[in-house]
């Protein structure tokens, strides 16, 4: 028998991409929790490869059993309710905060390795002060980034206890296979011409999985053994303006973004009256089109990664996967 690696979230974009690359890498056995009644198209690949536990993360009990019979020399636990979905409060407690609780103590019980793939929303939608770093402030402005900042203490006390945790908190991620992700989204609204944002420059930054992905492999590596918590994103922030315009150039469309830049002011407005109402869902979609939001990270540095990731453009294959995604031609 090899090293035995627990994965959580592999139905989803990041963790089938990174159950993909540890398979391939043939190190560890792979053993993952899904949720009951998933779909089994989203399971197919890794039929036969993997052992399969099927544990709902808002299930503490059932979880809580299985962890008591199991052992692993890692953990990676990649799996959460996202703020895309619509749950009680309750169940991203449990599944966001208490299940990381329960996997880690698992962790620490056994000396194994704890990996918690984490996000940048804990320094809030949009941080307070740009560019942000793994000690700016968190804002707890969502019921997600709550439950995030809130396993991140969690863990944090366990670190002290002697548990070996590596803490990574990409931006928002892209790459090729995520049908619903924010790029995708960029690519329709820029298709039907209807994005529009301030005249002023908007600098954002995003995550390649590849690179997620790689993190996650050095910190597997046998020698790899240091604590740590950061930050992971690309090489350098985009312009809102410049990816807009390379999304429309690589559809065919010509130029973007010559009628649809308009007076700062009118962000402002949307945003305060959408405060005063309590969108907060709104005030978000517009905030991330209207202010900037980007950080800095030394993990590539820390870790010895020497790939260069730049958003632009690196991002075309997601573009053209979304071409066929939204029919357009590209």
């Not at 592999?10 to 398979?23: M, Q």
């Not at 590539?300 to 029919?327: A, D, H, R, Y």
Request: net charge positive.
């Amino acid at each position: 028998m090899g090293k035995k690696i627990l994965i959580t979230g592999i139905t989803g974009f990041v963790g089938r991409h990174t159950a993909r690359a540890i398979l391939r890498a043939g190190l560890y056995d792979v053993t993952a929790i899904v949720r009951p009644n998933t779909d089994s198209e989203r399971l197919e690949e890794f039929v036969g490869k993997i052992e399969i536990v099927e544990i709902d993360l808002c299930d503490l009990i059932k979880l809580q059993s299985y962890l008591g019979t199991v052992k692993f020399d890692v953990i990676l636990h990649i799996g959460a309710l996202l703020r895309q979905r619509k749950f009680f409060k309750q169940q991203y407690i449990d599944a966001n905060v208490n299940a990381t609780e329960l996997l880690a103590k698992n962790a620490l019980k056994n000396n194994s390795k704890f990996i918690f793939c984490s996000t940048v929303s804990i320094y809030g939608t949009v941080p307070k002060n740009v560019p942000a770093d793994r000690k700016s402030e968190m804002v707890e402005d969502t019921i997600y980034s709550m439950t995030k900042i809130e396993a991140e203490k969690r863990l944090k006390l366990l670190i002290g206890q002697g548990l070996n945790c590596n803490i990574v908190r990409p931006s928002i991620i892209y790459g090729k296979g995520d049908e619903n992700g924010f790029p995708n989204i960029l690519v329709k609204l820029v298709s039907k011409r209807i994005l529009f944002f301030p005249r002023k420059p908007v600098r954002f930054h995003l995550t390649n999985i590849n690179l997620l992905v790689e993190v996650f492999l050095k910190i597997l590596e046998e020698s790899f053994w240091d604590c740590f918590d950061d930050i992971v994103v690309d090489d350098e922030p985009v312009l809102l303006d410049d990816l807009a315009n390379f999304i429309s150039m690589n559809l065919g469309k010509g130029k973007y973004g010559k009628w649809h830049k308009l007076p700062n002011f009118v962000f402002d407005l949307v945003l305060f009256v959408l405060k005063i109402f309590g969108l907060n869902e709104m005030e978000s979609k517009i905030s991330f089109l209207s202010k900037d939001w980007y950080y800095k990270s030394d993990v590539k540095m820390n870790l010895g990664i020497e790939t260069q990731f730049c958003t632009i453009p690196q991002i075309l294959p997601v573009v053209k996967e979304s071409c066929n995604s939204w029919g357009v031609n590209g």
